[in-house]
């Protein structure tokens, strides 16, 4: 391969094929299997979304209550694993002890045949239905907490937020974070579903390339920006500071967290539907001064990043949204994960169908012929 089509970070380059979504980044346009995000988002609810992601369609009200029962039922952790989490760090990232959870859970559930349909399902059903679990319970231990087991007869959204207060939601609460949850739960081959697809090409477990998955979406230019906007959001503090911060930020070439795509040339469909849905969280609960923050900073980013189609992402309306519900900043991570789970696992599928080990090429640059010079030489 010629030197000049090396394209740093892959850009516009097909690392695979796929039928699960597609973004049309020119128009702002996202479909999971054909359905665009906004209808999912008022029509169906996560648990539905993650059927149609990894199984191709949209179940039957009988399929539905299968699937349903067979995740609700799959909740609990064993008690080695709360032991487990009891041990980490107070203040180790929740990304991490998310990771070290699922890689532990590998154990308990070992790769039986990536041939047997059987095994494919339940490690699917488990997956989904243990992360909130494990996100929730290492919150609470990490206060010195017990964590406070799942319950059946909530949603699979009202379930994490009541296992994270012990209180049960507000339903509007509950709906706004399933659709939180639904509209993270796919966007074709970003860095984690990448790295999940070249994982899964080795022929490894599910645990396995969930744990990959995990740790590259904790980087801040992926998953970890929704926590970076917060940050942000605080150090501006008030309307006056936001045009110094922005022109400080583009005079210094450092990135406005939040904003800019590798895809979307436009503003994220997905920052709209927060959009709302925050607003709608307002209305109810109270107005949110950092709401103001961002539309300001969204204004006036307009006249400085507009032009190079730099607008808000997902990762810039969704830690109001979640501020709101009264979520722990240093969650909002492990909350993407929960919901990308879905799509993790419906590429993970996918690539068992039509398995072919990733191996690229690199472009050397390096020198030739060198000869070993003893130690002593040197
Ligand atoms: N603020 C200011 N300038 C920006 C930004 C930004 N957020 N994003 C891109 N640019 C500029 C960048 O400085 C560069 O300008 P120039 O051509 O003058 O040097 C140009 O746009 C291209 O930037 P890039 O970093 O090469 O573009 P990319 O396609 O690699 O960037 C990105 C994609 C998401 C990494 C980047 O926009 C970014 O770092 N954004 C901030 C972090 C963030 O919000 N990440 C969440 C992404 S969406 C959710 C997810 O994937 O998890």
């Given at each position: 391969m010629a030197v000049g089509e090396y394209k740093p970070g892959l850009e516009g380059i097909p690392a695979t094929q796929s039928n699960i979504s597609f973004i049309d980044g020119q128009q702002g346009l996202l479909e999971y299997r054909g359905i665009r995000i906004e209808e999912l988002c008022r029509y169906s609810n996560f648990l539905e979304t993650a059927y149609l992601l990894?199984?191709?369609?949209l179940p039957t009200a009988k399929q539905f209550a299968a699937?349903?029962?067979?995740?609700?039922?799959?909740?609990?952790i064993k008690y080695r694993i709360r032991d487990?989490?009891?041990c980490f760090p107070e203040s180790g990232q929740p990304m991490d002890a998310l990771q070290s959870c699922i890689a532990a859970l590998g154990m308990f559930y070992p790769l039986a045949d990536l041939h047997d349909a059987s095994f494919i399902y339940d490690a699917t059903a488990r997956l989904i239905a243990k992360m909130p679990t494990l996100v929730a319970t290492f919150h609470l231990m990490r206060q010195g907490n017990d964590p406070v087991a799942p319950r059946d007869d909530l949603s699979y959204a009202a379930n994490f937020l009541y296992m994270l207060n012990e209180k049960e939601p507000d339903p509007l609460a509950a709906h706004v974070f399933d659709v939180c949850l639904t509209l993270h739960a796919e966007h074709t081959v970003n860095a984690s579903t990448f790295c999940a697809l070249v994982t899964a090409s080795t022929l490894t477990d599910?645990?396995?390339?969930l744990t990959s998955a995990i740790g590259t979406l904790s980087g801040p230019l992926h998953g970890g920006a929704n926590e970076e906007v917060m940050r942000m959001l605080a150090e501006i503090g008030t309307i006056e500071n936001v045009v110094p911060y922005l022109e400080r930020k583009i005079k210094n070439k450092e990135k406005i967290m939040g904003f800019g795509h590798r895809i979307y040339k436009v503003k994220d469909p997905r920052a709209n539907i927060l959009q709302e849905l925050a607003i709608k969280l307002f209305d109810r609960f109270g107005h949110d001064p950092y709401f103001d923050l961002a539309i300001e900073l969204e204004n006036q980013a307009a006249k400085y990043l507009a032009e190079k189609g730099i607008f808000p992402n997902v990762d810039f309306y969704s830690g109001l949204v979640y501020r709101k519900l009264g979520i722990p900043t240093d969650l909002f991570t492990p909350i993407f994960a929960i919901a990308?789970?879905?799509?993790w696992?419906?590429?993970?599928?996918?690539?068992l169908a039509d398995n072919r080990l990733f191996r690229p090429i690199q472009v050397y640059t390096g020198r030739h012929?060198?000869?070993?010079?003893?130690?002593g030489e040197r």
């Open positions: 990894i199984f191709g369609e699937f349903v029962e067979d995740v609700n039922y799959r909740r609990r487990m989490i009891k599910p645990y396995t390339v990308r789970t879905a799509g696992l419906a590429h993970w599928k996918e690539q012929g060198v000869r070993y010079k003893p130690i």
